[in-house]
């Protein structure tokens, strides 16, 4: 089984491209994050007639993630136990956010995420961010409790690098979100909760974003913030892994690129 995940940046303005990447890699199942629309608005219908089944959970323009299988859509769920909401005045009410959805494709549990930016330290977004990860943890966690055999995938856009190598210039982000000690101690603390990060050893180097601004991506200035992580089970059947830089180049391209891992189940 080949799953993708992809950070496409609004669904409908990529649409073409995504239906492209499905094809072009012969995928089985997508996780889609960054949609940017409301479930009235996702383009299901190409997606379908491409030959898959699809959930999508979007509220509005921010934010939205979607699944996308050919082998199966069961059990979809929308929000994981715990998952926090946000507002930026703390008294408020804090609205969940389109960030997560979960579906079980084939017999593999694929969440996909969209974990919040951060935006800068000491912002209350940050601190979001962090309880995000947190209540994520505790909810895979107790998922793998409940069944050790479990196959399960967290995939998408974590907006951490959890290693100095995941950014061009550890110098450039001196303060700055994304590689800070409690950031990647959130990240260390999904793998030690069972979950291996799967694409590193067969994309060793590689980067998974480039920013817009700057010529990021004609001067090789990226990051590697998009993954999976796979459970026990599921990470035993890994055949291999690919970051498709290709997807990046050209006009109408997402920010993110494709990150695929093959399974055998």
């Keep these: 089984m080949r799953i993708l995940t992809w950070n496409v940046n609004s669904a409908r303005t990529r649409i073409d491209r995504i239906l492209g990447v499905l094809?072009?890699?012969?995928?089985?199942?997508?996780?889609?994050?960054?949609?940017k629309c409301r479930d009235d608005q996702f383009p299901a219908e190409?997606?379908?007639?491409?030959?898959?089944?699809?959930?999508?959970?979007?509220?509005?323009?921010?934010?939205?993630?979607?699944?996308?299988?050919?082998?199966?859509?069961?059990?979809?769920?929308?929000?994981?136990?715990?998952?926090?909401g946000f507002a930026k005045d703390p008294d408020a009410e804090q609205p969940l956010e389109a960030r997560h959805i979960a579906a079980?494709?084939?017999?593999?549990?694929?969440?996909?995420?969209y974990v919040p930016n951060g935006?800068?330290?000491?912002?209350?977004?940050?601190?979001?961010?962090?309880?995000?990860?947190a209540a994520l943890r505790e909810a895979a966690a107790a998922d793998l409790a409940a069944?050790?055999?479990?196959?399960?995938?967290?995939?998408g856009d974590f907006n951490i690098a959890p290693r100095d190598e995941d950014v061009w210039d550890m110098a450039e982000f001196a303060g700055a979100?994304?590689?800070?000690?409690?950031?990647?101690?959130?990240?260390?603390?999904?793998?030690?909760?069972?979950?291996?990060?799967?694409t590193r050893a067969h994309?060793?180097?590689?980067?998974?974003?480039?920013?817009?601004?700057?010529?990021?991506?004609?001067?090789?200035?990226?990051?590697?913030?998009?993954?999976?992580?796979?459970?026990?089970?599921?990470?035993a059947t890994v055949a291999g892994a690919a970051i498709d830089r290709e997807e990046r180049k050209?006009?109408?391209?997402?920010?993110?690129?494709?990150v695929l891992v093959d399974y055998r189940v």
């Design 23 to 35: 094809q072009r890699h012969d995928v089985d199942v997508a996780a889609l994050q960054e949609t």
């Design 147 to 155: 069944d050790p055999e479990l196959r399960a995938a967290l995939v």
């Design 250 to 258: 050209g006009k109408g391209a997402s920010d993110h690129a494709p």
């Design 203 to 235: 994309t060793e180097g590689e980067w998974t974003y480039w920013d817009y601004q700057r010529l990021r991506f004609q001067k090789r200035q990226g990051m590697r913030i998009d993954f999976q992580l796979a459970s026990p089970a599921l990470a």
């Design 119 to 133: 935006r800068e330290v000491g912002d209350p977004h940050f601190r979001y961010k962090l309880d995000f990860l």
């Design 46 to 84: 190409r997606l379908i007639e491409a030959g898959y089944e699809v959930a999508h959970h979007g509220l509005n323009q921010w934010n939205g993630v979607a699944i996308v299988s050919r082998v199966g859509l069961d059990s979809v769920t929308r929000g994981f136990p715990g998952q926090p």
């Design 177 to 198: 979100t994304h590689v800070t000690p409690e950031e990647r101690a959130a990240f260390a603390a999904l793998v030690d909760a069972g979950f291996a990060e799967v």
């Design 104 to 113: 079980t494709c084939g017999g593999v549990r694929v969440h996909s995420l």
